[in-house]
């Protein structure tokens, strides 16, 4: 689908009815009704708008809690007649999506184990067919792929559904990181570009998979990024909760915590220059990965060499690697002495790291 024609095509009236930012809270599983039940009157109404609660739980690994199933359908069912809240849930399939509408369920999310999935959410997207009112958040894929993300809206636009919001939880990555999902700023500043009508909302939870990270991530979505919303995970009793004990808060420390974030003032430029640095700032900590990972070969080369008596400085092939870098940075508008420093430098240490052993 044209870019400008998916863009054109999403219907942002259903956030739009809500003050910023909009607010999802809940657990992440539903474990009782009476958990969901207390949880869900805690939440104050004024700065919460849509209750969640997983009962289809996407768990790595078999024999962990996989979630009460199609029961807690009526227990969300009973939470948005008593609170008048809105209620979510994850879905997975078309079974669960055929029962969470017989529920009256207001939001239905992909998850993000989902959306990597193309299989998967055109059968999502095909058993909502003639559902045009329902809104459907899609999680990102867990890994940063941009176009796959942006083929599981086209799949749901293709079947006639435009009230759609996309969810940043961060990604995975295997390098050791104080993210239990890395966020990725500079790709949803991408993917904003391309689809800017597209409702965004930030999930600091499994961003974070702890408390104390929340309200950080909560500040730098929702200041710095301007997303239309959060989702935050809360419990009525977080350090017993079936799944994602860690993570979860209280409602009263979400209130807190939403307090915090509404009541700061930021000027925009202050924002605007902070959030150019939160781009550079995760650049620079990627280069700082990749700078060490580079330096972990380089010593492998060099055990390499020496082993079987190579010579460690090579003219030919470092000659040959410059002006490939010259001519890839050039292409990219990078000047010829900031390429031949940085790389001058990388060279000599990797000559260093070789001779040390
Ligand atoms: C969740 O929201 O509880 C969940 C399982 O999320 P994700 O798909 O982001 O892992
Ligand atoms: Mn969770």
Redesign the pocket.
Known sequence: MEKDILNNSIDRSWIEKFDKPLTISGP??AESEQQIMETAKKLDPSYVQVF?A?IW??RTRPNNFEGIGERGLKWLNNVKKRTGLMVAT?IANAEHVKLALSFDIDVL???????ASPFTVQEIADSLEGKEDQIILV??P?HPDIELWIGALERLLGKGIRKLGV?H??FYTYKTSKYR?QPNWNLLFSFRNILPRIPVIC?P??ICGNKEGILDIAKTAYHYFKYDGL?I?SHCDPDHAW??AQQQITPEKLLELLKQLTGSNHETHQNHLDSLRIFIDEIDENLIALLAKRMKISKKLGTFKKSEDITIFQPNRWDSIMKKYLKLGKNLGISEELLEGVFKLLHQESINIQNRI
């Open positions: 992440c599983s969640r997983g739980k996407p994850e999310w992909i998850g993000a184990r989902s959306t999680k990102n867990i969810i939880r961060g999902n999930d939870s499994h989702m995970e799944s994602d």
